[in-house]
């Protein structure tokens, strides 16, 4: 596993709370929250005051039109500071152009924007640019000596995906970048701090593929790439039916928003449910996700919990969402704010946007007295440590739903209230 950042696109599609996923192909997707240290200086001159202001400002209108779907204005917001040298702005739009928002997906642009801030110091981006060169993705050739340099300029500001990367780079070492059995350990702990998993030890096994599976696969992906719905839906019932749990979830996707096929909730379950049952942490989020909102199945706000509890165990960044949503208005189970928080920090940590919004608002929170504030973030801390073993222990035990769950925390009054 590496901790790069996934772009969205024809092969994994998602909604907002209560939304499902579909993946079209595995990806694991590890990215890390940015955490830069402030230091305190001299007070701004009024005029300076004002400029800071108006870009922030002008800057947090983009973000909002990006947030709202609204990429015209977002861009053309973003790219009135771009070309100002603004960084954060240098990164949105090095986001939009990867993901394909408001346009054609141009991975040269994106890289390109992300190369202009990461040269000045933008932690993200400088994280981005180290999984590019880690993976030989992004329009650049691998390199192992220059994934581990902006890696590296990326750690030392906090970032924990690019500590990590470098983890794993030194782990073994590559091409022009020696092992260094040290360095591999102190960025790992580092990385795991934050919320990562050991990157010296295997994920959560997921469900197997037979290579006829795959390959019938790789025909659904090809008719669906080429928009015809119809002979993707075909080739991945065809790889369904031979029990293959990614073609499972992707033909579940396909009844649930009607491509190709005709729309049914009942179906959609179905499919999900039997790539769920084989592990795949995708399609037990999307399932968690219909039992929410009732589509397909009498709603169950505890088989919800189940559910995200399950996807959870894989470290996926919406099922840790989702569950810490439950947490935090108290759905199924009873209501534990610092539980919520330690999820929503492991989401954030992998790169989850919801999340990393959930724990701004968390972090704003002000306090009575620094006493209360210490008994929380010691909850916070204590449940956060709990994750970790959780996930250590999935496949040994095969009790995740306990282990994130346990009894105590079930609150029957709102089995059927979320």
């Known amino acids: 596993m590496i901790a790069c950042h996934s772009s969205p696109g024809a092969r994994a599609t998602g909604r907002s709370t209560g939304s499902r996923v579909a993946l079209a192909a595995a ?6 929250a940015t955490t830069l240290a402030v230091a305190q200086g001299p007070r701004l001159l009024p005029a300076a005051a004002a ?3 108006n870009t922030s400002d002008q800057l947090n209108r983009a973000k909002a039109a990006l947030h709202g779907g609204r990429y015209a204005d977002a861009k053309a917001g973003f790219e009135r500071l771009a070309q100002a040298g603004n960084p954060d702005a240098q990164f949105y739009l090095g986001r939009m152009a990867a993901g394909g928002m408001g346009g054609p997906k141009d991975i040269a642009a994106a890289t390109a924007w992300f190369r202009r801030a990461a040269g000045q110091g933008h932690a993200e981006s400088q994280a981005r640019l180290g999984s590019h060169y880690f993976l030989g993705t992004g329009g650049l050739a691998q390199s192992y000596p220059e994934a581990a340099r902006w890696s590296r300029l990326a750690a030392d500001q906090g ?4 500590a990590y990367n470098l983890a794993k780079l030194y ?6 970048l020696a092992a260094d059995p040290a360095e591999a350990q102190k960025w790992g702990k580092i990385a795991i701090a934050k919320g990562f998993p050991d990157p010296f030890k295997d994920a959560p096994s997921g469900p197997k593929h037979t290579a006829t599976a795959l390959a019938v696969f790789a025909e659904g992906q090809k008719h669906y790439k080429a928009g015809d719905m119809t002979r993707a839906v075909e080739a991945f019932r065809r790889c369904a039916e031979m029990g293959d749990a990614a073609c499972q979830l992707q033909l579940g996707w396909h009844h649930d928003v009607g491509k190709g ?3 049914s909730d009942p179906e959609a379950v179905r499919w999900y449910r039997a790539a769920a049952e084989q592990n795949h942490r995708v399609a037990q989020y999307n399932l968690g996700n ?6 397909g199945v009498p709603k169950s706000c505890r088989a919800a919990v189940e559910w995200y509890a399950r996807s959870s165990m894989h470290n996926y960044p919406p099922g840790l969402y989702g569950l810490g949503r439950m947490y935090q208005f108290g759905f199924a189970v009873k209501e534990d704010r610092p539980k919520a928080h330690a999820l929503y920090r492991q989401a954030a940590a992998l790169g989850d946007h919801k999340a990393r919004e959930a724990l701004a608002t968390f972090n704003s929170f002000v306090w009575p007295d620094q006493r209360s504030r210490d008994i929380y973030l010691s909850r916070v801390e204590r449940y956060f440590g709990t994750i970790s073993g959780c996930q250590a222990t999935a496949d040994v035990t095969r009790t995740p739903v306990t282990c994130f769950v346990p009894v105590i925390d079930w609150n029957p009054k709102t089995w059927q209230d979320c």
């Open 27 to 32: 990806a694991a997707v590890l990215a890390g």
């Open 290 to 295: 219909m039992h929410q909102l009732g589509r």
């Open 171 to 176: 782990h073994k070492g590559g091409e022009g």
């Open 261 to 263: 096929v005709t729309r």
């Open 51 to 53: 400029q800071y202001n």
């Open 159 to 162: 970032h924990g995906g690019a």
